[in-house]
């Protein structure tokens, strides 16, 4: 259970960042668009190019479209952006059904307030959270990282919080400044 959280929150952290509130279809479309045409192209580019999209958009294609598709268990996400790759957000969890079945009650709904930065390098990210809250409960990333390791004793690859993982298709690199998201490609 924590593990499948801790890969949800990664995901939707690590795609990057927004702002809440209003959510448009047209806004989800234009990052889905752009995401889909990039994915789809046969020959790479001679020169690095960028498209740059607002927090509002990137949180309209979380909740619109991606949690849709990859991260059902997750039924809301905000991500705030800062210079310098940094994030605030918070995201909500519900794990139900026979899948979860095993999961405790009271871990089934789960808010996470988090704040951190994430970096890129040679078409990976990760995210480094500085700061985590979860159902109000403040954790050392740290620590919860060592009990998420600790808790994949019969794992044949331990996990971490803190792992890279690959971009989506056709990303290089991944920036951003206040309020807005920049993809290199």
Not at 7 to 33: C, N
Request: proline content about 3%; glycine content about 4%; overall charge positive.
């Amino acid at each position: 259970m924590i593990k499948q959280l801790i890969r949800s929150l990664l995901l939707l952290v690590l795609a990057t960042a927004a702002l809440a509130g209003d959510f448009s279809l047209e806004k989800a479309r234009r990052i889905d668009g752009f995401l889909t045409r990039i994915a789809a192209r046969h020959q790479p580019a001679l020169f690095l190019k960028k498209a740059a999209f607002s927090e509002s958009e990137l949180n309209s294609y979380l909740n619109l479209v991606y949690i849709r598709k990859y991260a059902p268990e997750v039924s809301f996400i905000e991500l705030r952006l800062k210079d310098k790759n940094r994030v605030d957000g918070s995201l909500k969890v519900k794990l139900a059904g026979e899948k979860y079945s095993a999961v405790p009650q009271f871990l089934r709904d789960t808010e996470v307030r988090f704040s951190g930065k994430f970096e890129c390098s040679n078409y990976h990210m990760r995210f480094a959270f500085s700061e985590l809250v979860i159902n109000g409960s403040r954790f050392s990333p740290d620590v919860l990282d060592e009990a998420y390791g600790a808790a994949q004793f019969n794992a044949k690859v331990r996990r971490s919080i803190f792992d890279w993982f690959t971009l989506l298709p056709g990303l290089k690199n991944v920036q951003s400044s206040e309020k807005t998201i920049i993809f290199y490609y």
